[in-house]
């Protein structure tokens, strides 16, 4: 079951990274939460959520993104899981190197899992330029 699970938060990645949003949605619950990096407001629904992902994705390069562990705690049709992970993007011509983990609470609803919340902690990051 932890494979599964990973399996989500593995494929969701390869989503956003290529720009597949409509992918990106299938793997949301409708009513879903986002807590932004730093702790703004929540994002709430899917919709909202994939739109979020579409706007960094407009507006940012990602040259290089790397999944550094996923760590998975089945719980029933609950799952919690933590990915550690190491960006590099640029914006508006800024270049960014972080580190941080994302923490993604999933539900399963038959036999898949869907993302009901996530969140994102940086734990380093700077500005090369």
């Not at 270049?95 to 996530?118: C, D, H, K, M």
């Amino acid at each position: 079951m932890p494979d599964a699970v990973e399996n989500v938060i593995r494929r969701l990645n390869e989503c956003w990274l290529r720009g597949d949003y409509d992918g990106v949605a299938r793997l949301f619950n409708k009513d879903a939460v986002l807590l932004p990096p730093r702790a703004g407001k929540p994002i709430v629904g899917r919709a909202a959520i994939v739109d979020g992902y579409r706007r960094f994705g407009d507006m940012g390069a990602i040259h290089e993104f790397e999944i550094v562990a996923v760590d998975t705690f089945v719980f029933a049709a609950t799952a919690m899981c933590h990915m550690r992970f190491n960006i590099d993007y640029a914006i508006d011509a800024r270049r960014f190197q972080e580190s941080g983990v994302e923490i993604y609470a999933l539900n399963r609803s038959g036999e898949a899992w869907e993302i009901v919340w996530r969140t994102q902690v940086a734990t380093s990051g700077d500005q090369s330029s």
